[in-house]
């Protein structure tokens, strides 16, 4: 079974910036689309950056300008350096396949913006 582990969430200040890295095991990572989706409290999971295989980016209006999405297929790994945070973007955080998710999802890793 595929095995997805995110990491990097934190308690952060309006404003700050955090990067969040997902590590993917088990899978032909580099033949994958993936991208980053978040939950937030009482809201439906979102899908809020993904990047392909040739490495274009796209993001959604929420987040766009202000998070970066990258990968590297050497070592399975996709990151979101998110800049200019805002308390909106307080969520679990996800990585998987996109746009749609076939792989287990891992438990993500929390993202708190607050003063």
């Known amino acids: 079974q595929v095995q997805v582990v995110e990491s990097g969430g934190d308690l952060v200040q309006p404003g700050g910036s955090l990067r969040l890295s997902c590590t993917v095991a088990e899978a032909p990572f580099s033949l994958y689309e993936m991208g980053w989706y978040r939950q937030a409290p009482g809201k439906q999971r979102e899908l809020v950056a993904q990047?392909?295989?040739?490495?274009?980016?796209m993001y959604s209006k929420s987040v766009h300008g202000r998070f970066t999405i990258s990968r590297d297929d050497g070592k399975n790994t996709v990151s979101l350096q998110m800049d200019r945070l805002k308390p909106e973007d307080t969520a679990v955080y996800y990585c998987?396949?996109?746009?749609?998710?076939?792989?287990?999802w891992g438990q993500g890793t929390q993202v708190t913006v607050a003063a």
């Open positions: 990047i392909t295989a040739h490495g274009h980016a």
């Open positions: 998987n396949t996109a746009p749609g998710p076939i792989i287990s």
